[in-house]
């Protein structure tokens, strides 16, 4: 029995954890948020990058449990990476994960810059390159 109104939108709307296009041709996702014009609000932009670095810092660890004894710069820099590329693609930065294990920052930033994310992503690669080599937020 529906006795108020978010219920009542809950049932008329679908709960939908991906974007979809309604009827009407519009992005939506949620209950009906109507991404085309509505969009999101800073606050909630704000909850999603909170709620993303902290799934990206926990497929880290949970996949790399040496980044625990990184110094909170460092392991920043390889969590930008990972809520970048999905720890699937982190992980495939062999050279570059066992120089950083091994405290080979100089070598490990090299390494960095010697892929195609690199050539992507441009100046990102570059500032979190010199994150690792330097011990310092870029």
């Keep these: 029995m529906i006795t108020n109104l978010k219920d009542q939108l809950v049932r008329d709307e679908e709960l939908r954890l991906k974007p979809y296009t309604d009827s009407v ?3 939506t996702i949620g209950i009906g948020r109507n991404l085309t014009d509505k969009g999101i609000s800073f606050q909630e932009a ?3 990058l909170a709620n993303d670095i902290a799934d990206a810092t926990a497929d880290l660890e949970a996949k ?3 980044t625990a004894t990184l110094d909170d710069v460092r392991k920043g820099a390889l969590v930008n990476m ?3 590329l999905g720890i699937g693609g982190l992980l495939e930065f062999h ?15 090299g390494a960095m810059l010697d892929s195609l ?3 992507q992503v441009g100046a990102r ?3 979190l390159s010199m994150q690792i080599q330097t011990g310092t937020w870029q």
């Design 82 to 84: 990972a809520f970048n």
């Design 64 to 66: 790399l449990p040496w």
């Design 125 to 127: 690669a570059t500032r």
């Design 95 to 109: 050279d570059f994960l066992a120089r950083m294990q091994r405290g080979d920052f100089s070598g490990a930033a």
């Design 46 to 48: 704000q909850g999603l």
């Design 117 to 119: 994310w690199a050539r």
């Design 25 to 27: 041709g519009k992005l």
